[in-house]
């Protein structure tokens, strides 16, 4: 049920406000990063960010 409401949130997110979503595909990360109105290159360096658990996992994991 989570994850439905999390889907339908990013959904609101693209359809209302037009921003884009990139979540972390770790199962069990929270990391979610949504922008709108970024550069090409921006948003390819927040798509790795979102991407790689190692850069943003939790200090002492």
Not at 39 to 49: F, G, H, M, P, Y
Request: hydrophobic share 35%; net charge positive; proline share 5%.
């Amino acid at each position: 049920m989570a994850n439905l409401l999390l889907l339908l949130s990013d959904i609101w997110a693209y359809s209302v406000l037009g921003m884009t979503t990139y979540r972390c595909p770790e199962p069990g990360c929270t990391v979610r990063i949504r922008m709108r109105f970024v550069s090409a290159e921006e948003s390819q360096r927040l798509r790795e960010l979102a991407d790689d658990h190692g850069r943003h996992q939790p200090k002492g994991k």
